[in-house]
Nanobody, 124 residues
Framework: QLQLVESGGGLVQPGGSLRLSCAVTGISLDYYTISWFRRAPGKEREGVSCISGGDSSTYYYDSAKGRLTISRNIGRNTVDLQLNNLKPEDTAVYYC?????????????????WGQGTQVSVSS
């Protein structure tokens, strides 16, 4: 059974860093594209970053570009998202999503499986 479990969220001061992890069970990351999305308070869920199952290409979709690094660990079957120089506007629930598509998409409707999310709060 496919399951996605996010971890690593928390409260951090502006300028701080967090490393989010998406633990994936039931599938091989070689054949699934994994994306990170986030939903800020009062806003629509938006794509943040993606790593494709086909060729492990990486994409960064939003204003956090330049402050994020997405990576995957095939041995542990996890996809991590390193967030640096965090800003208050990064406050959101962060979700990972999976789909058996070979390439990335920033649209949440293109993903079949979702985790429950992890809260990231940036505040002094």
């Amino acid at each position: 059974q496919l399951q996605l479990v996010e971890s690593g969220g928390g409260l951090v001061q502006p300028g701080g860093s967090l490393r989010l992890s998406c633990a994936v069970t039931g599938i091989s990351l070689d054949y699934y594209t994994i994306s990170w999305f986030r939903r800020a308070p009062g806003k629509e869920r938006e794509g943040v970053s993606c790593i494709s199952g086909g060729d492990s290409s990486t994409y960064y979709y939003d204003s956090a570009k330049g402050r994020l690094t997405i990576s995957r660990n095939i041995g542990r079957n996890t996809v991590d998202l390193q967030l640096n120089n965090l800003k208050p506007e990064d406050t959101a629930v962060y979700y990972c999503a999976a789909d058996p598509r070979p390439s990335c998409s920033e649209f949440e409707g293109d993903y079949m499986y979702w985790g429950q999310g992890t809260q990231v709060s940036v505040s002094s």
